[in-house]
């Protein structure tokens, strides 16, 4: 069973995106155990002030080092047997990606500190395993991005998904998008589903699936190419959809 820890704030964001769908089935089938905690709790003022202005100078207010480290002392104490990987939501940090979430898929503790105000004391990030950012942009607080974090680990768990091929052929898993969909009916206002879908001959089902999912990657996401190691069968679809796409 994967552990996840969360040192937040405001811990109420999280009950509803943890409590749900997936992740809320994962914990209830005893797959995961998560916790959020408010590391105000662990101030060592009377006012539980967890920031204070910086040294120097400067805009905003910085987290101090003190209640984060108090509060994962109190984690290690409570959970002396796991390895943990803490991981702080830092704009600096370095991107998420589906690469990153496979490795936090496999390990057994993971620990997300969400900031708050205009950043940290640096002591802060003595205390970490990994800075990581959700994408190239500022968000108020680290709450939304340990979210997505957690939702795109925690699907990546053995048995979380009701199907443990999804995850393994998702868009991004593959290196490549995923390739048109379709169910029932088979035509719904003049919008038929590709007769090869239909025909129940799982070879060229396969050959359709692969060179779609390829053009739609040359269409959308062109740079995942270029970082992807192509078969000699999927250089030959790459060179058929080039041409059909430009000859349309």
């Given at each position: 069973m994967m552990k996840i820890d969360v040192l937040t704030l405001f811990p109420r964001m999280f009950e509803g995106p943890l409590g749900?769908?997936?992740i809320g089935k994962a914990v209830d089938r005893n797959l995961l155990e998560i916790n959020v905690s408010?590391?105000?709790d662990h101030s060592d003022n009377k006012h539980q002030t967890v920031d204070d202005y910086p040294y120097?100078?400067?805009a905003g207010m910085l987290l101090?080092?003190?209640?984060?480290?108090?509060?994962?002392?109190?984690?290690r104490e409570q959970n002396p047997e796991t390895k943990k990987r803490i991981i702080l939501l830092d704009p600096a940090g370095k991107p998420f990606n589906q690469t990153m979430a496979e490795e936090f898929s496999q390990e057994e503790?993971?620990?997300?500190i969400c900031g708050h105000y205009e950043g940290y004391d640096e002591r802060i990030r003595s205390l970490?395993?990994?800075?990581?950012?959700?994408?190239d942009y500022v968000l108020t607080g680290g709450e939304l991005g340990a979210m997505v974090m957690?939702?795109?680990?925690?699907?990546?768990?053995?048995?979380?998904l009701g199907n443990n091929t999804s995850a393994e052929t998702d868009s991004h898993s593959t290196g490549l998008l995923e390739q048109p969909q379709y169910t029932r009916p088979a035509v719904f206002n003049d919008m038929a589903v590709p007769e090869v879908l239909t025909n129940g001959n799982h070879k060229l089902i396969a050959e359709w699936q692969l060179k779609e999912s390829i053009r739609r990657t040359y269409l959308r996401r062109p740079d995942m190419l270029e970082k992807l190691e192509m078969t000699a069968e999927m250089e030959r679809f790459l060179q058929e959809v080039i041409e059909e796409e430009t000859a349309d």
């Open positions: 749900e769908s997936i408010n590391f105000r120097g100078g400067g101090k080092v003190q209640p984060i480290f108090d509060n994962l002392e109190k984690i503790h993971l620990v997300f970490v395993t990994d800075e990581v950012s959700l994408g957690i939702d795109a680990t925690v699907r990546l768990l053995p048995d979380v």
